[in-house]
């Protein structure tokens, strides 16, 4: 495992932590609020956590780095669940990163791509629903800047315009410079910052 990779891994890890301890303190009722992601209602969205986080692990864990077939999104969960299954998921993809499957390509949908890039996207992925999920039940996200810019330099440079406004990044929304670096980051992801539910 190389060091950027092990820097990476660094960032991963405290994330997937917090986005389990948000989603274990979503309230009773809580769990239809809409989210920044307009598709998604607030049990929709930790579907589509959970179920890509499962995939992803079962990816880096596989001999081929591959993710498995199958709609990840079709997966229902209470928020207690969800967060049982994200720790689990996540230490199933840090021990097989741990184990070097990020030196090899990872797969997703026969697409391939570098697995030490794959690993920045998904932080960049949980960086985001982190948020998506604080911000709609009125808790903090408070993510480490280092990790916010990394995941934000990385995206930068592989999300073309071509790759915008479909299920993976809406159009980016304008952010000012000297805004804080995760608002930059979710305004690059097509968040607007400032959204709050109704």
Not at 6 to 14: A, G, I
Not at 114 to 135: F, N, Q, S
């Amino acid at each position: 495992m190389n060091t950027t990779i092990q820097r990476t891994l660094d960032h991963l890890v405290p994330v997937l932590d917090a986005l389990a301890v948000v989603t274990q303190r979503i309230a009773p009722g809580q769990e239809s609020a809409p989210t920044p992601c307009s598709q998604y209602d607030l049990t929709a969205l930790l579907g589509h956590v959970v179920g890509w986080l499962e995939a992803f692990a079962v990816g880096y864990a596989s001999s081929d780095g591959e993710v498995p077939a199958g709609d990840a999104d079709e997966v229902w969960v209470t928020p207690a669940e969800a967060a049982q299954r994200i720790r689990r998921a996540s230490v199933r993809l840090v021990d097989a990163v741990r184990g070097g499957a990020a030196d090899r390509p990872f797969r997703i949908g026969g697409e391939g791509m570098p697995g030490e890039i794959a690993l920045v996207m998904i932080l960049g992925e949980y960086l985001a629903h982190g948020w998506d999920i604080a911000i709609s039940t009125g808790q903090q996200w408070r993510p480490d800047e280092t990790a916010v810019r990394a995941a934000h330099e990385v995206l930068r440079q592989v999300v073309t315009p071509e790759s915008r406004g479909g299920d993976w990044f809406g159009e980016e929304v304008v952010v000012a410079d000297d805004a804080p670096q995760l608002d930059r980051f979710l305004g690059f992801t097509g968040r607007e910052p400032s959204w709050r539910p109704i």
